[in-house]
């Protein structure tokens, strides 16, 4: 099954590493533990969006409902209801604006959502990504429920930026989400870099390290190379600013001038509900310049990438873990991404691919310059990213290191 959501360039739906980004292992020390059966549970998962429920949040539904837990998933519903539904879990809309910062409205949610989590005798609540951890951790603490999973899935602009906005905004942050934590909350991070953010030590027991949302190797698999020249390099993202697009397109002009022949394909949509959205007609004025194209969004990212040679995301920060390289290194496919929380934690200099600084075009159109007068690099890396995938970043690592987690705080 395939799914596209409004901020996706692309998203195959079925979907890690543990605790300090180590793949699970079945000696793990949850695995031994003797805890009580939980058949008959009940989760609630929090999340804004049902299409970035479906495109990366599945395989824990999968993990609960393997677990014998009862699943409900809170969230504005537009087209994707049915493909949660089919994992067995029952859906309840919820209007909630994520970008919206209107206090009131937040309330107003959180207080719809309590409701929801006393109706439904929540025994634990999974609150996903800050809006989410924000109106569902204060609609818990006024449910009564003190079991929590609150997961971040990237930092956003707190990670990206630096100054003293990014500062401030920081300490509030970790003040709004650990005001209603209890002493059986759980956090879920997709680096070891974001727990930092809130306060929290990465090795801490209450913190566990998923290798994003994982991949399904059998789905995506590697195809051969396309013969080269040219180097062809595509990006398969949310079309936004914070993603680097712009440096990508800069990088590949510069390469060009000094005659590498290297193409760009840009996959993904504007997101209508970011403000960091790349206009539209942007993207199409880059599209009519020579060896760019953008192609909107993707149902079909395994056909994008046996038409490339390399993936290519010059985020500027605040990532989780993109799923969009766990395709692509899944697909066998060397990656240049920059040297940031999230994208470095999939990728290793010279081994999967390249890490270059960020919002470093002349650094970016070095690297790739190089890689087109290297085949055989371009090639040794998509190996060793597919073996990378394989070591913890599949969706059953994903499914296995989440129910050792639903598992203990249950037994709490």
Same mark, same amino acid.
């Given at each position: 099954? &395939? ?50 429920? !479906? ?7 999968? !993990? ?6 009862? $699943? ?68 818990? !603490? ?146 009519? =310049? ?7 969004? &993707? ?18 920060? @605040? ?49 790739? $310059? ?11 890396? @998509? ?8 070591? @913890?970043?599949? =969706? ?17």
């Amino acid at each position: 099954m &395939t799914a596209t959501g409004p901020d996706r360039g692309s998203s195959l739906l079925p979907s890690v590493e543990g605790r300090r980004a180590q793949p699970f292992q079945p000696d793990h020390p949850l695995s031994s533990l003797s805890l009580p059966d939980v058949q008959g549970r009940k989760l609630v998962f929090v999340i804004t969006e049902d299409w970035f429920f !479906a495109s990366h949040f599945l395989p824990m539904a999968r !993990a609960a409902r393997e677990l014998g837990l009862q $699943v409900t998933v809170v969230t504005r519903v537009r087209s994707h209801r049915d493909v949660i539904e089919a994992t067995g879990a029952k859906v309840i809309p919820l209007e909630a604006e994520r970008r919206s910062l209107n206090p009131m409205a937040a309330g107003y949610a959180a207080g719809q959502l309590a409701a929801i989590l006393k109706a439904e005798k929540a025994d634990l609540v999974h609150c996903i990504a800050l809006k989410g951890i924000l109106v569902g951790g204060f609609a818990a !603490a006024m449910a009564g429920v003190g079991r929590r999973v609150y997961a971040l899935t990237g930092s956003g602009f707190l990670g990206a930026r630096t100054d003293m906005i990014a500062r401030l905004s920081q300490r509030a942050v970790r003040l709004l989400v650990r005001g209603p934590e209890t002493g059986r909350t759980r956090y879920l991070f997709e680096n070891t870099d974001d727990p930092k953010l809130l306060g929290l030590d990465p090795a801490s027991d209450r913190v566990t390290i998923l290798g994003g949302a994982g991949v399904d190797p059998d789905l995506l698999k590697p195809a051969p190379l396309p013969d080269q020249p040219p180097l062809r390099v595509a990006v398969v993202a949310r079309m936004l600013w914070s993603k680097g697009i712009d440096v990508a397109v800069e990088a590949v002009r510069a390469a060009r001038a000094q005659s590498a022949d290297i193409e760009l394909s840009l996959y993904g949509a504007p997101d209508p509900s970011n403000p960091k959205a790349i206009p539209e007609e942007t993207l199409k004025t880059w599209s009519a =310049e020579p060896g760019i194209s953008w192609y909107g969004a &993707t149902r079909d990212v395994a056909a994008v990438w046996r038409e490339h040679h390399v993936a290519c995301l010059p985020s500027r920060g @605040g990532e989780g873990l993109p799923r969009t390289l766990l395709e692509a290194a899944a697909c066998g496919r060397a990656i240049v991404t920059t040297d940031v929380p999230g994208c470095r934690t999939l990728v290793r200099e010279g081994i999967e691919g390249r890490l270059v600084p960020a919002n470093d075009a002349a650094s970016l159109a070095e690297v790739l $310059v190089a890689l087109s007068r290297r085949p055989e690099e371009v090639a040794r890396m @998509g190996e060793a990213a597919r073996a990378r995938v394989l070591a @913890g970043f599949t =969706e059953r690592h994903v499914i296995e290191s989440v129910k050792q987690l639903y598992r203990s705080i249950l037994a709490s």
